[in-house]
Each structure stands twice: as C-alpha cells, then as structure tokens.
C-alpha cells in the first residue's frame, strides 16, 4: 500500500486496510506465522439475492419459496468414484 500510495493519491494521509473488494469481503488472518488476506462471498450473494429480488418485484414476480434440489439430498460429491468425461 505504501508503494501504491507513492503514485496514488488516497482520501486523506491514511492508508486504510480494504474491507470489501469486488463485493466480497476482506480480512487479514494469520495463518503459518504469516499474514494472509482471506475473503467471504456472503455479502456478495446476500446483495445479489435482495437485486434479483427487487428486479422480479418490479415485474409483480418472486422466487420461489420451496424448490427441489438438482442433486440427491445425501450425495456426496467427494466418494463419486465414477470415471471421468473424455474430451469428447
């Protein structure tokens, strides 16, 4: 952040860590003695549900309420033991 702010004007002479980037949010964590940056799509989904919504509202629609799921309620991805698609 300091090399950027060599070239770049900030609001002010603070440099404040980011909380949010490309509507996910950010944090700084600790992880193997170092610092990493970590982020969460649930504000990102959370806003695009309540845009949608609003959309649909504006043409007297909804989403709707109890829907089946695509996939059996028990699968578990991570034991398919099934052979992989060819290129074809």
Sequence with gaps: M???GNT????????????FYLGARLKKKQLDNRYVWTMTSHDYV???IANIEEQLNSKGMRLPTRVNTPMAAHYHPETDSSNELTSD
Excluded: R, T, Y
């Design 2 to 4: 300091k090399q950027i």
């Design 8 to 19: 770049m004007k900030f609001k002010g002479n603070k440099i404040i860590e980011p909380e």
């Design 46 to 48: 959370k806003n695009a």
